[in-house]
Each structure stands twice: as structure tokens, then as C-alpha cells.
């Protein structure tokens, strides 16, 4: 795994290179291919780009500002006929999909490391070895002793298998007087050594950041300090092991937080309320994250151009990804200033917009109203942009330069007609339909992250944000694989994921026992009994079953109502249960034999 994940990381630097020369040549091919246009093709995308038939001057129209040009317009309904003004080529930068190959064979763990490499994974036993002699130094009352690598992984493992299989607490999963009791995790390591890993992990060395904490107040203080060092090496795995198709989404996720850092953000309207707001980058065919950034403050980016603008544009770069692309996005991101941006990088987008967001048509000219039936569609053309409005339950209001207007599409709806509920097909633009399409898909992504989330309580923020990375790069495994080799559901990949981590296989974890599977004395000792050394004694099942020995012990298992051997030197009680020997209990001929 290591020659497959360093000749991958050697080519995506090879390929930054090569682009990187490439430019120039790129811009005069550019220049010779827009010079190579017939003076009719010239004469036909010049009327593409005449903003609206209302103007009276043309002229005076190319001197409009945007915002006064979106007044002075009026709403084209569905019968009116548009074409997208051009149609991007889709030049991805590599072969779209994994930059692995499917013959090799590829476990959950080895694509986990193509994340949290064995390197990143030794600086962070390092620093979390830091943190602890730091805390033991200022009087924290714990044993401990260094983690190393292999332990670490362990300890990873348990937080995924918490994932899986949900306690009340953590102590829970120590428990053994409980019906609920769990054999697994003591197998892995003992409670106290999870909690004190828990209490330590630190992705940055504590000196370093005592450094930057300094810097507070100032422009070299860095927020993201302390998540740096993994972040940087996730971000850059993600893009090198997998390249995208040619449908994209950009979306916000809420990482749940309550600490107050100034970087948490408060979003009623979500399911999480408050957290730390990451900009993902994601394939729309299968939710892969391709690049995500997280947001810091007003000072999260340093052009002027807003908050939405620059999220988007930070994580689309062409020279990695390529051309032609479709980007789609909430009405959070959509402008026609960064449409028309993207659009001369070559990359198509798509998304649903505000309406009283700048520069978008106000014109209430042929627009929809509150009496419009359902169906209706009204569009506006501004060169590549189109603007396009259409009445479902309620008004919706969708962006593109991917589209045209209208191309036929057709979808259900239940209308209520006469007290009585009916199918009826209703005309749907097509940048409505793309839409729900790939922002669907996306979607159904971060349902896949919720489900075995390794999010669980924390007393540090940037604990929060390295539980979600450990999200990150399971999601991202479990894609790959399933590209690689489809051969896995989510739960079969999480049980191979977890026993490899924890360094047992699926076979070979531990059997869970009923309580009652629990040794006793053979007899009961009575005031009469005189030889006390030989009451109860029995001749031991395993003994006689395995080994053609009459060995005599005086304890046996409640639940069998066997007797077995318990001694150092010879634990039958344990192998007997181990090895599902149990069924010699329903063989009477066996147990007559015995005694």
C-alpha cells in the first residue's frame, strides 16, 4: 500500500507540474482557438450576447450597470424559445474517478491510510505525547505512558466501532454487570487508556501553538493553527486519489460545536443549529469529498468580493481539475457575478438564487404571481445566464449557464382537484430538474456521514473538527472501494474497517456469552463435609472431549452445568466456550461417559 500510495501522491505532483507549464501554451491556444471563429458564428454569439430585446440603444445598453439593466426587463414564458448561448467542453485535468488501480487488491484500512497516513499518524502521536507530559506537568493526576502508532490506529478503531454500535456513555462499553455488556473493547484497550488518548489527541504541538496563541489579537495570529498539520495532508489526499466527474456541488456543513471561538456559526434552519461551517467541494454521482475549507470569520478569505464569492471560487482550481465542469450550489452561493466568473474559467453553474439578491432581475413585467397555476414558467436570457422561475407549491427560482430555459421535461405532482387528490404532469425547466438531480445526490452524502459519524462529546473544538477528518477519510474510503470493487455494503465495509484497525478479523473478535456462562463451585460446602480439598470434584469435559484425559476439577459453568478445569496452567473454561464445544452438553452419551 505504501509503493501504490506514494506513486499516486508522485503522479498528482507530476500533474501540478505539467499544468503549471502548460498555461501559457494553454492561454495562446486559447487566443488562436476564439480567432478561429467564422464571422458568422462572430455574428451569431454577439446576439447571444445582447442582453435583453427591450433595449432600446444598444449602445446605451453596454454601458448599463447590471443591477439598473435588471429593471428594465420583462419575463419570457415556456412557449418562447431559448438555446444555451455556448456549450462548454468537458476537459477534465486526469480520467475522471479513482487514481487507483481496480486490479490491485484494496482493504478498508490500506484506503484509510491513503488519509491518515502511517507519517501523519506518527506526528500526531507525537504531539499528543506532548500534550500529555504537559498536562501531567501542570498536575493532572493520570497514568500515562507514550502512544505509539499501532496503538493509535487501536484507538481509532474504537471510536468508529462507538459509531457503530451506540451506548448511553462511554463507560458503557467497559461495562460487565450489565445485561447490555460488551466483551470487545477491553480486548482493545482498558477504559482509562481510551479516555486519557481522548483527553490528549492534538494534531499540533503544544509549544507551537503556545506560539501562535501569543500572536492573538494580531494579523499573523492563525485560527486554524492547532487543525493545520492533518488538515492540509486530508485536503491534499483527497484531490490526489480521486478526480471528479463532471457534475460538482458546493455545499455548507455544520460540524456540531458549542465553543465559543469566534469561528461557530449559528444556522436556524438546519438540523444543526450551531457548529463550525465547512465549504465542501463534492462529486455529485457519489458524495466523494474532492476539497472542503472551513470557515473562520469575516476574514476567512482576502479578497472584498463576499463570503459566498470567494468559498466557491477557493475551491474550484482549473488547473487541477480542468474545464467544463457544472457546478451546483444553494441560493447561499448563487450571483451573476460569480456565474459570469466561473463561466470565463470555463465552468458551467447552476443553482437556486434569492430574489432580492443584487443584479438579479426585479421586473415584475409577465413575472409570476400568487394566481399563476402550477407549472408556469417564466425565464429571462442575459447572455449565458438565464433566469428562470417556475410554480410549484411555491415559487422557485433557479440560475444557470449549463441550460436552456425550457427543453420539454416533464414531472409528477399530486394536485388536490375537487376534494379529491390527483396525478397530474406539469412542465419543468431544466435547470430545475439538474438540480434536484445532483444536489440530490449530494445530499444523500452527508446522510452517508451521519450514519456511523465518529462525533461524540468533546472537551476542545479542535478534538471536534480531527473526530470529523476521521469522518472525512471513512466516507472517502468507503467510495473508493465501493468504485474499486462494489463489492461491500456500508455495514460489511465498517466491520472489515473496524477489525483491521483494532487488529483482530470479523472471525476471530470476540464471542459474546450470556452471564449465566459463569463458573461455580461443583458443591455446596456443608457443616458435615470433611474433605473440603475433594467435594464436588468432577472429571473435566474438555479433558476427556480433547484430550483423552480424567482430569478432576470442582468447578463447573452454570449455564452448562459442566465441570471444567480453571487453573493457570490449564484453563478448559475458557477454551471450552471459545471453541463452541457447548454442543457436547447436548450429547448425553458424552456426559454419561464422563462421569
Known sequence: ISTIKLAAQFRFVDFLITMAH????????????????????????????????????????DQMPAAKRARTLSWKAETDADRVAQTLRFLPAREPGPQLSAADSHSPMSLFKLFFTESSVANLCHNTNAQAA???????????????????????????YMAVVKM??????????????????????SRDRYRTISWNVQMSHPDADKENDRKRGTAQHDRLFRIKPLMNTIRLACKAFYHPRRNVAVKERLVACRAKTGMTRCTKVKPTKLGFKFFVLSDSSNGYTVDFSVYTGKNSFPTDRGLSYDAVMSLLDHKVLGSGYRVYMDDFYTSPKLFTDLFALKFGACGTYRDQRKDFPKTASNSLSRNSSRGSIRWIRDGPLVCVKWMDTQEVSVCSTIHAAYTGERVQRKIKAQDAWKTKILPCPAPVTAYNQ?????????????????????????????????????????????????????????????????????????????????????AELTSNVRRIATVGRRICVHCKAVHGKKEQTPWKCQACDVHLCLQLNRNCFQEWHKNDLEHFCDDPFMLKDIE
Not at 493526576?141 to 496503538?151: A, F, I, S
Not at 476521521?470 to 473508493?480: G, K, S, Y
Request: aromatic share 12%; proline share 3%.
Open 438 to 522: 445532483h444536489m440530490g445526490d449530494v445530499d444523500l452524502s452527508d446522510q452517508l456521514l451521519q450514519y456511523y459519524t465518529a462525533q461524540h462529546k468533546t472537551m476542545k473544538w479542535y478534538r471536534k473538527i480531527f473526530l470529523h477528518f476521521l469522518d472525512i477519510a471513512a466516507n472517502n474510503a468507503f467510495i473508493l472501494h465501493k468504485e474499486l470493487h462494489g463489492n461491500m455494503t456500508h455495514d460489511q465495509f465498517m466491520e472489515e474497517f473496524i477489525a483491521e484497525l483494532c487488529g483482530v478479523t470479523p472471525k476471530a473478535a470476540p464471542k459474546q456469552f450470556s452471564t449465566d456462562h459463569v463458573p461455580i463451585p461443583g
Open 168 to 189: 448511553s456513555s462511554i463507560a458503557d462499553y467497559w461495562r460487565q454487570d450489565s445485561l447490555f455488556s460488551l466483551p470487545f473493547p477491553a480486548t482493545v484497550m
Open 134 to 160: 504537559r498536562a501531567i506537568a501542570k498536575g493532572r493526576k493520570y497514568k500515562w505512558r507514550d502512544v505509539g502508532v499501532d496503538e493509535l490506529y487501536r484507538y481509532i478503531g474504537l471510536v468508529f
Open 22 to 61: 502548460e498555461e501559457a501554451l494553454q492561454m495562446t491556444t486559447d487566443s488562436e482557438e476564439e480567432s478561429a471563429f467564422s464571422s458568422e458564428e462572430e455574428e451569431d454569439f454577439d446576439d447571444e450576447l445582447l442582453h435583453f430585446e427591450e433595449r432600446s440603444d444598444a449602445n446605451d445598453s
